[in-house]
């Protein structure tokens, strides 16, 4: 890989990490899904991804889906990442970054103080492999090694409930 071609994934790559951060945080699910191929292996573990076998690959639809149905129902999350180190000499570029990620729910969400019972947070490493697509580099595979979590997990079991409330529909 040429020192363009590299410097062209390294801010590929950091765009990606924080283009998907944002959409986690922001909610906005259509940009989460931008960052990743239409086909894309992902290895979260089993807590986050229960069914998933990181050597079957997933529609990046679905898997996009799933992100919402696990964080959707929190009032706020924020997804730090960090510390990218990029490698060139496997088959595919890849790029490793550290993640702090906290997960909110409010005890009043017209208040926005929280207290340690109202907070989740991660900490770990993804490591993702890029393929360059119609001249963007997009994730196509994705781990995360959760290294510990503090703060109220069970908060993950609420926010995953609250996702899946759906609206009642009054009719006049």
Not at 65 to 74: D, S, V
């Amino acid at each position: 890989m040429s020192k363009a071609d590299t410097l062209t994934l390294e801010q590929g790559a950091i765009a990606s990490y924080n283009a998907y951060a944002e959409g986690l945080d922001s909610k906005d699910w259509a940009q989460v899904r931008r960052c990743f191929a239409d086909e894309v292996y992902i290895d979260y573990g089993v807590i986050i991804d229960p069914e998933g076998d990181p050597a079957v690959p997933k529609r990046a639809d679905d898997w996009v889906a799933q992100l919402k149905h696990n964080i959707g129902g929190f009032d706020i999350t924020r997804h730090t990442i960090s510390n990218h180190r990029f490698n060139t000499d496997g088959e595919l570029p890849s790029c490793t970054a550290y993640l702090v990620a906290d997960h909110v729910i409010l005890p009043d969400p017209l208040m926005p103080i929280a207290g340690a019972e109202d907070i989740a947070t991660v900490i770990g490493e993804y490591t993702n492999q890029y393929q360059r697509i119609n001249n963007e580099w997009k994730i196509v595979k994705s781990k995360l090694d959760i290294h510990w979590s503090t703060g109220n997990i069970a908060l993950f079991a609420q926010a995953i409930a609250r996702g899946e409330v759906k609206p009642v529909e009054v009719e006049f």
